[in-house]
């Protein structure tokens, strides 16, 4: 394997992470443009090395170049669980966590000379990546609930902080809405969102607990 080869194979696996990796990047992610990159030629020199030590001692003995592949599939699994983040009952840093572990496969494929394969892939994650848009607007155009709350009009506790506590449990919102009861003592807030079924109770409750809430229920 020649240094043009290795220079080639580096400069490629490092272009075609980082072209994922921007695109974490753009989304504010834990891990992006630089974690990409280094992983995707971590992987590819990796990769480089087995194959090398396979050509040169394989006379000596029984060698398997995969073993130090699947060595790295093990150790980004652990990298990429450091980019998942558990608030309350939602899990974030899933997608991150295997656009790191995608980036690891391109840059293996590219240190075994896979360049279609590992471009093709690239090009394909991209598009995965950037339907996450899509995806955000599909979600908000389903049915959505209604959580009607009734708050006083002198109460610290603000719309933010009850939208925290939805956010926390997965929730999506769609529209709020706000208005005056009449007397000037209450408001009505309205919650038009999208909540998995299972934490309407949790939700209801822990909302209920916020000083200044006098009624709480699901429409």
């Known amino acids: ?83 998942i983040i558990r608030a ?24 075994t000379g896979m360049y279609e394969a590992a471009a093709i892939t690239t090009i394909v994650g991209l598009t995965v990546l950037i339907l996450s848009r899509l995806e955000g607007r599909i979600r908000l155009k389903q049915p959505g609930k209604k959580l009607r709350i009734v708050l006083r009009a002198d109460s610290v506790t603000s719309t933010d902080d009850i939208k925290k506590i939805i956010e926390t449990y997965g929730g999506r919102m769609k529209r709020i809405t706000s208005e005056d009861d009449g007397s000037g003592k209450r408001r009505n807030v309205v919650f038009d969102l999208i909540l998995p079924r299972l934490y309407y109770g949790d939700v209801a409750g822990e909302v209920a607990s916020l000083s200044g809430i006098e009624d709480v229920r699901w429409k």
């Open 88 to 111: 309350g009952a939602s899990i974030r840093g899933l997608t991150t966590a295997a656009s790191i572990w995608a980036v690891a496969a391109i840059g293996l494929a590219v240190g």
């Open 1 to 83: 394997m020649t240094t043009l080869i290795i220079l080639w194979r580096v400069l490629l696996s490092a272009f075609l992470g980082g072209l994922i990796g921007i695109e974490r990047e753009i989304h504010g992610c834990a891990a992006g443009l630089r974690t990409h990159i280094l992983v995707c030629m971590g992987a590819t020199l990796f990769m480089m090395t087995s194959v090398m030590v396979g050509m040169s001692y394989g006379h000596v003995g029984e060698t398997d170049p995969s073993r130090i592949a699947a060595g790295v599939v093990t150790g980004v699994g652990f990298l990429g669980a450091g980019a």
